[in-house]
């Protein structure tokens, strides 16, 4: 990395439960960056957006696999998390209906994180 370039992370996780170890890996990857000291940004689309709604990550498990909800909290602590506008209104969730942190935008944000000078985006 060239001193003085910043490099962020951006996540997009787009399974929940109905893939467990995809899942679990986006969140992974996400937690570890940000507790390497890397700017991250997760965003939440598909089935992984119900995460973003209080204690739906504790009921999440995955054997071998970190908590869930223990992965999501250190992201909140020190990144930023997003659901998908789309996502999010399919699903009937407002923003009122997230934890605390946690935002609601659309695929213009996404586009103007993933494409920012120093940034490299994950999907899964």
């Given at each position: 990395?060239?001193?003085?370039?910043?490099?962020?992370?951006?996540?997009?996780?787009?399974?929940?439960?109905?893939?467990?170890?995809?899942?679990?890996?986006?969140?992974?990857?996400?937690?570890?960056?940000?507790?390497?000291?890397?700017?991250?940004?997760?965003?939440?689309?598909?089935?992984?957006?119900?995460?973003?709604?209080?204690?739906?990550?504790?009921?999440?498990?995955?054997?071998h696999?970190?908590?869930?909800?223990?992965?999501?909290?250190?992201?909140?602590?020190?990144?930023?998390?997003?659901?998908?506008?789309?996502?999010?209104a399919?699903?009937?969730?407002?923003?009122?209906?997230?934890?605390?942190?946690?935002?609601?935008?659309?695929?213009?944000?996404?586009?103007e994180?993933?494409?920012?000078?120093?940034?490299?985006?994950?999907?899964?």
């Amino acid at each position: 990395m060239l001193a003085g370039m910043t490099r962020t992370l951006v996540v997009k996780a787009t399974a929940g439960s109905d893939s467990p170890e995809r899942c679990a890996q986006a969140f992974t990857v996400a937690a570890t960056a940000v507790a390497a000291g890397v700017d991250v940004s997760l965003w939440l689309t598909g089935e992984s957006s119900w995460f973003a709604l209080p204690g739906r990550a504790a009921e999440f498990e995955l054997p071998h696999s970190a908590p869930l909800a223990e992965l999501l909290h250190v992201i909140l602590t020190s990144g930023r998390v997003t659901v998908c506008t789309q996502c999010a209104a399919r699903r009937e969730i407002g923003e009122t209906d997230v934890l605390p942190g946690v935002r609601i935008a659309g695929a213009a944000a996404f586009v103007e994180e993933a494409m920012a000078d120093g940034a490299q985006a994950l999907v899964y």
